[in-house]
């Protein structure tokens, strides 16, 4: 079932050879100008691919916590899934905000279902950007908290080739390539491809486990169809595959206190594979005062997570997550888990088999005039999309004995989940910037028009004839404004907005969108890397989703919780010294419900107003220094959190808080060759990040990296 289709948001190069029009900032969604204010509003950031790759570091989770006002949760310590939140939203598979990359939706469906089970990998990005506040009304569809869009490289029409070989702990091995070569005088192609493996830090019986296999590439043309760059063309493939011994399985508190890198006889396994590619043609026609912008973009993924999910050990089948909450009740199942069993139990694996398509059209134009001191710029952009996920699932039997684990009875193809959720979605913008001097008035809003459905085949239709498939659907529309100023004195910038924001509300029918009203004021140097900004979210009604990484059955199912409320500080201070370069964040947070409700969602549970939400830190800051001298460079990072609840409806912060040291030493061999030792927690601290699927989880081990990086 395939939809043509229309789309919002990327922008023309500003460092290319070939002169842009003098309006154009640049191909990314945040203008990396000093007059960035009157491209987007409030407390935007761009994350340079120095900074990314300052440590060495290919968590995603890791190196976006240290920005303010991002929170970032750990799962399996690879980085192999993305937990992000902003400004008091969800972390669970960064679910709960926008994804792109140039400005192009990046989420497996982001619409059907958000939770993105792909995470982009951040070794390829020139640039990541943070978008907060009225800005949000380009990106969609989430909109409450903020979006995320990463930036590929667009070259600066020289040839050159990069590669980097590392090796550290746990087996660990890393290759890359990248580079870029001019076919002809108007063309650039760029490539990269990246290698990464681990055995893992993980052991079951003694033998290795958690490991993983991780290629990803891409290759980007971009051809200039004139000599003044009027007719601008660009094709991206980009591909992602992952092969990996992960699971949903953690272990009880006092295993994960006493032997952090245990892992159970059960989740021998379970393992992870995902294959994504994603294709995506662009134009764009730069005119004198503006330009036109069409992108055409489809990407696949297909992921299966076979793992653990129910022991019945006589008493009938109970779910990994009840045994591990209450071991105590369930003593014959939890000795099954372990794989210390006398009696023979029987182990229950679901393949969480998915496809996902998501495809469609943006178009995107601006146009800038001058009245005398009045500069307006109107940008207006469409997009229609459709996506889906389709699920066909089934469930294993194994045989748990003393160290056996055998296949006992396959599962029927279908018989654990076979269905297609997708969505049609029609979406706009239009955002009008009024610049007098030294003030900014921005005004917008977008709309949003989705139609979501579900045809459930059921468990005995796997031909999917149709003789007894369930059809339901769930219509939204909604108009969201926003309005934002900011105004300039010397090189101080004060700005304040406020916007509405939205949250898709799946296909169950009665189900109503997540709504928000979010607000912003602030102020930040132009120079240098100062800034402070005071956010507030106050939720209509929030949105739970029954998934199985959350804890729950796995099924899905979006529902409606309780008003809730948001509120907070974020702030940036940087100083240079001579060779010394201090920078500190920090992000105090103030997240709870306002109403009492009960529900089924582990997250949630008996809510009472007042409760904090789950996995939001009320303080989380980062401290990091740098030193360069001659050949020499060492960055020290420390990060901090302070203690979470891993539910709404516990007495007690259950998560207690961390702090977390990485090193990075390099020594440049010659001015094309560099030396680098990365350490990740070098004091090796092994505290609780999180309670769910099933069970604790502890932070990664230390772990040194050696690399060499040379450019040709």
């Given amino acids: 079932m395939l939809y043509p289709f229309l789309v919002t948001l990327l922008l023309t190069p500003t460092d290319t050879i070939l002169p842009p029009p003098a309006e154009l900032e640049s191909i990314t969604i945040t203008a990396q100008t000093r007059r960035a204010s009157e491209h987007i509003s409030g407390a935007g950031l761009v994350l340079k691919q120095k900074a990314i790759l300052a440590f060495d570091q290919t968590d995603a989770n890791t190196v976006l916590q240290s920005q303010p006002g991002v929170y970032g949760q750990q799962e399996d310590g690879w980085g192999l899934r993305m937990n992000i939140g902003i400004r008091g939203t969800g972390t669970l598979r960064s679910s709960r905000i926008t994804l792109m990359e140039d400005g192009v939706l990046t989420a497996p469906a982001p619409y059907s279902a958000p939770e993105a089970y792909y995470t982009p990998v951040i070794w390829k990005y020139s640039n990541i950007e943070v978008l907060k506040g009225a800005a949000q009304i380009v990106t969609g569809p989430q ?43 108007r063309t650039q192609l760029l490539f990269g491809i990246f290698h990464h493996e681990a055995a893992g830090f993980h052991t079951i019986k003694d033998q290795q486990s958690g490991g993983f296999d991780l290629n990803d590439g891409y290759l980007k043309l971009i051809h200039h169809l004139d000599n003044k760059d009027i007719h601008h063309l660009e094709v991206l493939i980009a591909g992602t595959s992952e092969r990996s011994q992960q699971t949903y399985l953690g272990t009880t508190l006092q ?80 000795e099954a888990m372990k794989g210390e069993n006398s009696d023979s139990a029987l182990a229950q694996l679901k393949a969480n088999n998915r496809y996902y398509l998501s495809q469609g059209l943006q178009l995107r134009g601006q146009w800038t005039q001058r009245f005398g001191n009045l500069l307006l710029k109107q940008e207006t952009g469409i997009r229609l999309h459709y996506d889906h996920a389709d699920r066909f699932q089934h469930a294993d039997h194994y045989l748990i004995g003393q160290n056996v684990f055998t296949l006992r009875q396959p599962g029927l193809p279908g018989a654990a989940g076979n269905r297609i959720d997708y969505t049609t979605a029609q979406s706009g913008y239009h955002r009008s910037t009024l610049s007098y001097k030294k003030l900014n008035i921005q005004t917008g809003f977008r709309t949003e028009n989705i139609q979501a459905y579900r045809m459930d085949y059921g468990s005995n239709d796997a031909e999917r004839n149709g003789t007894e498939v369930k059809v339901r659907s769930n219509n939204s529309l909604v108009f969201l404004p926003g309005i934002s100023l900011n105004y300039s004195i010397k090189n101080w910038n004060s700005f304040a907005g406020v916007h509405r924001g939205f949250t898709p509300a799946g296909s169950k029918e009665g189900v109503l969108p997540e709504l928000s009203l979010s607000g912003e004021a602030g102020i930040q140097h132009l120079k240098l890397p100062i800034n402070i900004t005071f956010f507030y979210s106050a939720y209509d009604r929030l949105l739970g989703s029954d998934a199985a990484s959350a804890g729950g059955s796995g099924s899905g199912e ?71 001298k001659k050949r020499w460079s060492i960055n020290s990072q420390l990060l901090y959190l302070s203690a979470r609840k891993s539910a709404a409806e516990l007495d007690v912060f259950d998560l207690p808080p961390s702090s977390v040291l990485n090193e990075a030493i390099s020594y440049a061999v010659t001015e094309n060759v560099i030396l680098k030792l990365s350490i990740q927690n070098l004091t090796n601290t092994r505290h609780i990040v999180a309670a769910r699927p099933a069970g604790f989880r502890t932070f990664a081990p230390r772990m040194a990296l050696l690399s060499i990086n040379a450019s040709l």
């Fill in 143 to 185: 909109s409450t908290g903020g979006a995320i869009n990463f930036v590929t490289p667009v070259g600066n029409e020289k040839p050159d080739v990069k590669c980097a070989i590392a090796a550290g702990a746990f087996d660990q091995i890393r290759g890359t390539i990248s580079g870029e070569v001019l076919p002809t005088k």
């Fill in 255 to 334: 295993t994960a206190l006493l032997t952090p890198n245990e892992r159970y006889f059960s989740s021998s396994n379970d393992a992870m594979s995902m294959d994504r590619l994603m294709t995506r043609f662009g134009y764009t026609l730069n005119l004198e005062k503006g330009f036109i912008r069409a992108d055409l973009y489809r990407q696949y993924v297909h992921r299966n997570w076979y793992k653990l999910d129910k022991i019945d050990a006589g008493n009938g089948a109970v779910s990994i997550a009840s045994i591990l909450d209450q071991f105590q009740n369930y003593p014959a199942e939890f």
């Fill in 558 to 628: 979006m529902f409606n919780g309780g008003a809730a409320e948001v509120y907070g500080f974020e702030g940036q201070l940087g100083k240079t010294i001579k060779d010394h370069k201090f920078q500190a964040t920090a992000t105090v947070t103030q997240a709870y419900f306002k109403e009492s409700f009960s529900s089924d969602f582990d997250g949630w549970g008996d809510v009472t107003s007042g409760d904090f939400m789950p996995y939001i830190p009320q303080m989380q800051c980062a401290l990091q220094h740098q030193w360069s």
